[in-house]
């Protein structure tokens, strides 16, 4: 079963927790959204799409899934 395991890739995208430097509220958002994500409680910019990976202003709380 071992050797299954390096033959099927697993996905590098991840569910975020995150908490907004600005109101201190918690959000999650996806690691590789291609949208903007802003806050839904004082509207600052969470993620910014860059190609790929999305870029965070945010303080990463966990990590889900």
Known sequence: MAEWEHLIPRPTSRFLRVRCISCESE?????????????????????EPMGGKAKINAAIISVLG
Do not use: D, P, Y
């Open 27 to 47: 959000q999650i958002l996806f690691s590789h959204s291609s949208t903007q994500v802003k806050c839904q409680t004082c509207g600052e910019v969470l993620a």
